[in-house]
């Protein structure tokens, strides 16, 4: 009988303190902020109180249920929903998070009949779009859209915003920041509006950052995969004293077998839909863990030991066991990448485990 259930997640808490409190103080330098993006870990209260105490009061989710999680828990801080409002769920937004981002007049009104409603308001960071085409307003528009929504009761602007790389990979570079600051100080001068936040984008700033003398009006990044995987988002790039392996999936071999490397008989499509090719190399050492689809992004795993992933269905994933003498009841154990964490975490197929020693912690990038 395994000690621990499988598929898991292994979650070190001590390292993702570490990643947090290093890129504190890593952006504190030039006086940049942080919020912690909670979707990536599902709002996991766990790791939201781990953020706290390192130093990050904003915690910002695109999913309002991960948001009622984490008050529901406890958790004070300042909660941002992280992404434009559906007209559907003003009121759950209302609620739940203390400022929302925001990109359609529509919507802002409909906020504000809600927060007055309530005896409320509603803080909002306007985005702005700034070349990757996912949200925003567009800088022509700009003028227009805050002084409407300067109109409306229940509703307090208090920043702008622009995202990077989440969408088209566009880069954040001087250029585009010095654009940022820029309209945060027209604003902040034609509208006489204090901006207490001028949010320049994600982890994937962190060589803008490294490279610029002046962060001008910049003053808070939202950073998600530099805290939990320790790297920057442009090129994957591991940052200097993080850690890269503070999550880690554990998988069981259910079955292990020697067979043919090709698939034999008519061939159609796979279960997605997919006809996958194959090429012949003879008999194989072949396990399969019990984890697919289902709850991962099987093409984001990185087996530690020397095998090859092959393929998945649902819930099995397919390997080339090579000289590993991978036994039934063995356990597999897989680094990941973004894609890989975000569907692990949002399993409920998924156990959690969660680690808080720091003993077993293995050494960081280095400078």
């Not at 654009?179 to 902040?188: F, G, K, R, T």
Request: overall charge negative; charged content about 20%.
């Amino acid at each position: 009988m395994k000690s621990s259930a499988t598929p898991r997640i292994e979650i070190n808490l001590a390292k993702i303190a570490h990643n947090a409190s290093t890129l504190v103080g890593i952006y504190g330098a030039k006086n940049i902020g942080l919020m912690g993006v909670t979707k990536t870990v599902c709002g996991a209260p766990e790791i939201a109180r781990v953020l706290l105490e390192q130093g990050i009061p904003m915690l910002a989710d695109s999913k309002l249920a991960n948001l009622k999680r984490m008050r529901e828990a406890g958790i004070k801080a300042n909660f941002v929903y992280l992404r434009s409002p559906a007209l559907s769920e003003i009121d759950l937004v209302i609620k739940y998070a203390d400022i929302s981002i925001n990109t359609e007049l529509a919507v802002v009104t409909k906020l504000s009949e809600a927060a007055v409603a309530n005896n409320m308001v509603q803080n909002i960071i306007v985005m702005v779009e700034m070349g990757d085409l996912r949200e925003g307003v567009m800088p022509d528009d700009l003028d227009c859209f805050i002084k409407e929504t300067l109109t409306l009761k229940g509703i307090e602007i208090v920043g702008i915003g622009v995202n990077f790389a989440c969408f088209g990979g566009v880069k954040p570079d001087n250029q585009k920041m010095d654009y940022l600051s820029l309209l945060a100080s027209m604003i902040e001068t034609k509208f006489t509006l204090p901006l207490s936040i001028v949010s320049g984008g994600n982890s994937a700033n962190y060589e803008w950052f490294m490279g610029a003398e002046n962060v001008g009006k910049v003053n808070n990044l939202r950073l998600g995969e530099s805290i939990y995987l320790g790297r920057e988002t442009l090129n994957r790039k591991a940052i200097p004293e993080l850690y890269t392996d503070a999550f880690t999936l554990v998988a069981e071999v259910i079955e292990s077998k020697v067979k043919p490397s090709m698939p034999y008989g008519e061939r159609g499509q796979n279960a997605f839909g997919e006809v996958p090719e194959f090429q012949d190399r003879g008999l194989m050492n072949r396990v399969i863990v019990g984890v697919g689809n289902q709850d991962v992004l099987v093409a984001g795993l990185i087996p530690l030991l020397d095998i090859e992933i092959l393929g998945s269905s649902s819930d099995h994933t397919v390997m080339n066991a090579k000289d590993s003498n991978l036994k039934v009841g063995d356990e597999v154990t897989f680094n990941l990448n973004y894609g890989a964490l975000l569907t692990l975490m949002t399993s409920p197929f998924v156990h959690k485990k969660y680690n808080y020693a720091i003993n077993d912690m293995l050494t960081p990038e280095p400078f």
